[in-house]
């Protein structure tokens, strides 16, 4: 079974609004979080690291201020698209690793953003 | 920072046949090298990831080497079927880091029947 899990799965949202997404860790703690932006027929571009009880590390060119996340337990981060646009439409995914030392990184299912 | 090419993006075989796909990296500190598969608007799957003390890893009829020296692993499937028809990514990052991963471009895989 799943062992990442993201919600929603699905979010259309009007230019200017914001957006809210989570992923969750199950059964696991994950003190480090991954969030990747991948645009149709494209690879997965990593946007930010996500640590919990600190701040987020960004990849250059990711405005901070318009991806917003948080790492508020050991078990959930948030990725909240602030002013969304049509250009910030694509499949947001994150990934958790699991296990001590030597781990295993697993996906949450994504969530396809539409902004119109 | 890392940097991992891979190739072919596309890949066209038949049924039966067997598909390689071969990627690059650039940093030498990367020990860490997963292969997913990702159908369209699905997560990525792990299939298959190689640490780097060892050169060949087997599961089935999928297997991966590494090549540490030249800094380049590959992705192998023996026997394909259809249902292996999917994007696979390489990636490569460094565990103790944070498992970190830089991926690759992607290669379209068809098994035709």
Known sequence: GAVVSQHPSWVICKSGTSVKIECRSLDFQATTMFWYRQFPKQSLMLMATSNEGSKATYEQGVEKDKFLINHASLTLSTLTVTSAHPEDSSFYICSAPRGQGVNTIYF????????? | GENVE????????????????KCT???????????????LGKRPQLIIDIRSNVGEKKDQRIAVTLNKTAKHF????????????AVYFCAAGQQTSGSRLTFGEGTQLTVNP
């Open chain 2, 6 to 21: 891979q190739h072919p993006s596309t890949l066209s075989v038949q049924e039966g046949d067997s598909a390689v796909i």
């Open chain 2, 25 to 39: 990296y650039s940093d030498s500190a990367s020990n860490y090298f997963p292969w997913y598969k990702q159908e």
């Open chain 1, 108 to 116: 949450g299912e994504g969530s396809w953003l539409t902004v119109v």
């Open chain 2, 74 to 85: 590959s992705l192998h499937i023996t026997e394909t079927q259809p249902e292996d028809s």
